[in-house]
């Protein structure tokens, strides 16, 4: 998402944002391109929350005990 919302940027400007020397450009360069980021990262944490609240809620990784059996007898 953030690789969709930086290549619609011009290059000339994300250089010169991320290399600290934005005073060339005009406010609404600058502006355009941290709101884009913004809601890049916004949507991005849309996605990422609800899979940190559900991650909790999977199955416990425990062998069955089908793998138990052959491992005891294996080892």
Do not use: D, N, Y
Not at 7 to 28: C, D, N, V
Not at 37 to 53: E, I, K, N, Q, T
Not at 66 to 75: F, L, N, T
């Amino acid at each position: 998402m953030l690789a969709l919302v930086i290549s619609e940027i011009p290059k000339t400007a994300l250089f010169t944002i991320f290399s600290g020397l934005a005073i060339g450009l005009s406010q609404g360069q600058v502006g355009a391109s941290i709101a884009g980021v913004r809601h890049a990262v916004g949507v991005l944490a849309g996605f990422s929350l609800p899979g940190a609240a559900g991650s909790p809620l999977r199955p416990s990784r425990q062998a069955s005990p089908a793998v138990r059996q052959s491992r005891e007898q294996a080892g």
